[in-house]
Each structure stands twice: as structure tokens, then as C-alpha cells.
């Protein structure tokens, strides 16, 4: 299968550091992305890893380790607003396929 | 430009009618997907196609057909629908191209079936 695993919840206060981390399946894999829902709304873009290493965008930072089949998705700084759920996907198939763990909820207090 | 539009937002259909979601992207992105979303839960791909005339299936195809005659539209149909196919319906297109990588999302249909 193409499944991932993530744990389901984390909890941090404010300006703390949090990382929530993945796992996934290595047949056909290509790359991985993460994305942020808020309640009722759609997914949006966060970050991608297409190699091993560390991409860094503003707050969150994204790594991937192709060996361990492991990434993980960094928030820094940590705000209020970013309490929402947080969710790793792996791309299959030279990018035709995205498929989504179950998702981490983070709950930001103050 | 609208990036991705999703039609209807809501909808309700009693067990064993049919209907189809619209979905467009006016970005010329090659790759489109359907996925659907249960309470609490991730998204779960339906389909999804990578250029015009050509689709495949995701992890939950049964009860769903798809075309992509364009690479602006993308619809999905329900062809009797039933309980079980209650949730959120997100279409999504995508760009990837070596390291650099483009998604974005509709804003989902609601569907409800009773």
C-alpha cells in the first residue's frame, strides 16, 4: 500500500516550537508535501520536499530523509492562528498521485 | 484568474440519483485530482489524471466516474448515490516540475445523501 502515519493530535503553547512528523511508503514515491486545514475550509499548500534536506519557508520548515522514508514539518514561533490541522502527503507516480496521511491536529494555547 | 472553482458548494441527493461536481483550473496545470473527505478524517483520493484524456483510479474509485476532455475541467460523476458517499468533495490541480511544486485546491462541495 501508499499509506502514511502521523500522529493524530499535539498540543503547544504559544511561541513554542512543535514538530509532527511522517512516515510513508517508498514504492513509486516522489516527493513530499504538507498542507494546513482550518475547520470547514479547504487545504492549503504549506511546504515540498523533493530531496533530502530542509526547506525553509517564513515560520514552518519542511524535511525529508529518502533513507528513513521520514519527514517531518517544523512551526516555529508558534501563534494562536496556527492551531488547525496539519497534514503530510507523499506524491506517487512522477506526481500524479497525492496520497494524504490521516492528519495531526494542533492545538495552540496561549 | 480563479485558480480552481468548484460547482455546486452544497448538495443534497436522495439514494440512487446521479449528478456531477464541476470542477476548473485556469492555471494550465497537467495534473487533477478528486478527493473526498469524511469528518475527522484526511483525504482520501478518488481519482485523478495527469493531462487531458487521461485519468486514473485513486485509493476509493467505486461509484465515481471521471473525464478530462480539457485541461481546464475536470468533473466527477455519482452514478447512484448512495449514504455512504455523504462528505466533502475537494478537486485539486497541481504543477510539478523536479523541485518545484504547485497545488491548489477548490473550495469543496458539500453533498449530502438521503
Known amino acids: 500500500g501508499q499509506s502514511l502515519e502521523q500522529p493524530s493530535e499535539v498540543t503547544a503553547v504559544e511561541g513554542a516550537i512543535v514538530q509532527i512528523n511522517c512516515t510513508y511508503q517508498?514504492?513509486?514515491?516522489?516527493?513530499l508535501s504538507w498542507y494546513q486545514q482550518h475547520d470547514g475550509g479547504a487545504p492549503t499548500f504549506l511546504s515540498y520536499?523533493?530531496?533530502?534536506g530542509l526547506e525553509e519557508t517564513g515560520r514552518f520548515s519542511s524535511f525529508l530523509s529518502r533513507s528513513d522514508s521520514y519527514g517531518y514539518l517544523l512551526l516555529q514561533e508558534l501563534q494562536m492562528k496556527d492551531s488547525a490541522s496539519y497534514f503530510c502527503?507523499?506524491?506517487?507516480?512522477?506526481?500524479?498521485?497525492?496520497?494524504f496521511g490521516q492528519g495531526t491536529e494542533l492545538s495552540v494555547k496561549p | 484568474n480563479a485558480g480552481v472553482t468548484q460547482t455546486p458548494k452544497f448538495q443534497v441527493l436522495k439514494t440512487g440519483q446521479s449528478m456531477t461536481l464541476q470542477c476548473a483550473q485556469d492555471?494550465?496545470?497537467?495534473?487533477m485530482s478528486w478527493y473526498r473527505q469524511d469528518p475527522g478524517m484526511g483525504l482520501r483520493l478518488i481519482h485523478y489524471?495527469?493531462?487531458?484524456?487521461?485519468?486514473d483510479q485513486g485509493e476509493v474509485p467505486n461509484g465515481y466516474n471521471v473525464s478530462r476532455s480539457t485541461t481546464e475541467d475536470f468533473p466527477l460523476r455519482l452514478l447512484s448515490a448512495a449514504p455512504s458517499q455523504t462528505s466533502v468533495y475537494f478537486c485539486?490541480?497541481?504543477?510539478?516540475?523536479?523541485?518545484?511544486?504547485?497545488?491548489?485546491f477548490g473550495p469543496g462541495t458539500r453533498l449530502t445523501v438521503t
Open positions: 485539486a490541480s497541481t504543477q510539478l516540475q523536479g523541485n518545484s511544486y504547485e497545488q491548489y
Open positions: 517508498t514504492s513509486g514515491f516522489y516527493g
Open positions: 520536499n523533493a530531496l533530502d
Open positions: 502527503a507523499a506524491i506517487y507516480n512522477q506526481g500524479g498521485k497525492l496520497i
Open positions: 492555471m494550465n496545470h497537467e495534473y
Open positions: 489524471s495527469v493531462g487531458a484524456g487521461i485519468t
